[in-house]
């Protein structure tokens, strides 16, 4: 099983990054998924969850009103659309179930310059 963060780079404070995520080699469709994300020297985090439904959604409060998390059944994809980032918002962003397994897969990364 494979858990396929991809999307970020590099951006100013104030522009915006989509990350995609996909499974490979099982599927989740069934499972709560969220964003979670790791900044340098810090705890991994929540960022946002979504149901396996797409019908509900789960934001940590740094990001609401910013970010919007999706999900796209048919594909087994995983979005989050990131809106005027910020510096903090800086770090390896990573997915996975809600709440998460153990398999973190290859995370991506998001820099935001002030």
């Known amino acids: 099983v494979q858990l396929q963060a991809s999307g970020g780079g590099l951006v100013q404070a104030g522009g915006s990054l989509r990350l995609s995520c996909v499974a490979s080699g099982r599927t989740f469709e069934n499972y709560t998924k969220g964003w979670y994300r790791q900044a340098p020297g810090k705890e991994r985090e929540f960022v946002a969850a979504?149901?396996?439904?797409?019908?509900?959604?789960h934001l940590a409060d740094s990001i609401k009103g910013r970010f919007t998390i999706s999900r796209d059944i048919a594909k087994n994809t995983l979005y989050l659309e990131m809106n005027v980032l910020k510096p903090d918002d800086a770090g390896v962003y990573y997915c996975?179930?809600?709440?998460?397994?153990?398999?973190w897969g290859q995370g991506t990364l998001v820099t935001v310059s002030s």
């Open positions: 979504i149901g396996w439904r797409g019908q509900s959604t």
């Open positions: 996975n179930t809600f709440p998460p397994s153990d398999l």
